[in-house]
């Protein structure tokens, strides 16, 4: 059974950090890509990040330079760490595995089968 879980969401003040985990199991990590994703009330899911099992990385124009996606293969876990938080980086944050993106590419949410349930990220004073 394969399973995704993220942790580390919270409440942080604009400019804050968060770092993001998802652990995952039930797969064979080194033939699957991690994505992060990310919707708001009232918006589509968005991807945000994604990062490759030869850990080349992919961000969403927004974020680039402030944050960072990064695998740690003997834990099955990757991480996106977050700075320099706006109050537009609000919303639920997924983690998803995929094992080939094809023509879709690596922030879109349809190239990815598996998905974790999510975790709230709020930046806001």
């Known amino acids: 059974q394969v399973q995704l879980v993220e942790s580390g969401g919270g409440l942080v003040p604009p400019g804050g950090s968060l770092r993001l985990s998802c652990a995952a199991s039930?797969?064979?990590?080194?033939?699957?890509?991690i994505g992060w994703f990310r919707q708001a009330p009232g918006k589509k899911r968005e991807g945000v990040s994604s990062?490759?099992?030869?850990?080349?990385?992919y961000y969403e124009q927004s974020v680039k330079g402030r944050f960072t996606v990064s695998r740690d293969n003997a834990k099955n876990t990757v991480y996106l760490q977050m700075n320099s938080l706006k109050p537009e980086d609000t919303a639920v944050y997924y983690c998803?595995?995929?094992?080939?993106?094809?023509?879709?590419?690596?922030?879109?949410?349809?190239?990815?089968?598996?998905w974790g349930q999510g975790t709230q990220v709020t930046a806001s004073s």
């Open positions: 998803a595995a995929g094992s080939a993106y094809g023509y879709l590419g690596p922030l879109n949410s349809d190239a990815y089968e598996y």
């Open positions: 039930g797969i064979v990590w080194d033939n699957y890509s």
């Open positions: 990062i490759t099992s030869e850990d080349i990385t």
